[in-house]
């Protein structure tokens, strides 16, 4: 196993999903390239946006998500996270 540095993966946004509630898009789908190889990332669904306002103060963006190989085929499953979109996370 390796870990791969900064400068050796690339990420390439393929699909936007834009919330109806905070108006923020989100990457939802990528083009993912690494010395490994080049693979896709897509949520599985792109309604996950979560509204925690009221608790937290944040919008983001977190759910299910697969990694397909080259071919279409699923060879992994993942669950994403993505903040920021909507306004600046204040931690």
Sequence with gaps: MRAFGAEEVI???LERWTS???NATYPVAWRVTTPAGTHR???LLADQELDSRSSTGAIYWEGLSELLD???R???LGYLEMTGYAARLRL
Aim: proline fraction near 13%.
């Design 74 to 76: 699923r060879v992994g």
């Design 70 to 72: 080259q071919g279409g």
């Design 11 to 13: 990420f390439e946004p």
């Design 20 to 22: 109806p509630v905070s």
């Design 41 to 43: 990332v897509r949520a």
